[in-house]
């Protein structure tokens, strides 16, 4: 059973600031929100991960629910090149070290 | 520089042949990992090392043996080839810290089994 839902695909325009939702509700307390990315021929590109609190990188803001229940990935300013495959994936870490992808968002970016 | 080569980048082989797929990173981590990612499907989880040690195994079929040789090595070795097994091969790595573990993945192998 999928442990996160996202939407099949988004649409942005370059410029804009694009928010990528994620569904976790039966997240556990250990497990992490990692979000990655994958454009087509290339492997996935770590984009960011968070526990509890908001989080901001170069890449992007993850903003998590109070309840855990989803996050919300806000890219700023996006290019051409953020246009990929976005996975929101849960770990627990430990010794379970198997990351199970999705069909995750598809982002398409137009000029 | 790249942190985590595979080679070859391509690869192309006859049903019943066997081929390795090398992997080697250079971020230092002690564990690596293998997935599968057949045509249009997601990601699939295959192998984890840790301190090269197996530490799981989804893989179904025994002709699919990773092979650790050094700590950032980890070769996949793939035996009695199938039409099938035709994917693009990815290898991560990451430092296990005992709670986050950030995965960070290679360029990968595209297969192709004839």
């Known amino acids: 059973d999928a442990k996160t839902t996202q939407p099949d695909s988004m649409e942005s325009t370059e410029g804009e600031t694009v928010h990528l939702p994620c569904s976790h509700a039966?997240?556990?307390?250990?497990?992490?929100i990692y979000w990655y990315r994958q454009v087509p021929l290339q492997g996935p590109e770590y984009v960011t991960h968070?526990?509890?609190q908001n989080t901001t990188n170069s890449m992007a803001f993850l903003a998590i629910a109070s309840d855990r229940k989803s996050s919300t990935l806000i890219l700023t300013h996006v290019s051409l090149r953020d246009a990929a495959v976005y996975h929101c994936i849960l770990n627990s870490g430990g010794s379970n070290y198997k990351l199970t992808f999705g069909k995750g968002t598809l982002l398409t970016v137009t000029p | 520089d790249p942190k985590i080569i595979q080679k070859p980048k391509y690869l192309v082989a006859v049903t019943g042949s066997e081929k390795i797929l090398i992997c080697e990173q250079y971020?230092?981590?002690?564990?690596m990992y293998w997935y599968r990612q057949s045509a249009k499907k997601p990601l699939e989880f295959m192998f984890s090392?840790?301190?090269?040690?197996?530490?799981d195994n989804q893989t179904a079929s025994s002709r699919f043996q990773p092979q650790s040789s050094k700590k950032n090595h980890l070769d996949l070795q793939i035996t009695a080839l199938k039409p099938d097994d035709s994917a693009t091969y990815f290898c991560a790595s990451s430092q296990p810290t005992g709670g986050k573990d950030t995965q960070y993945f290679g360029p990968g192998t595209r297969l192709l089994v004839l």
């Open positions: 039966t997240i556990s307390g250990n497990e992490y």
């Open positions: 090392y840790s301190y090269q040690k197996l530490m």
């Open positions: 971020l230092g981590h002690n564990a």
């Open positions: 968070g526990l509890q």
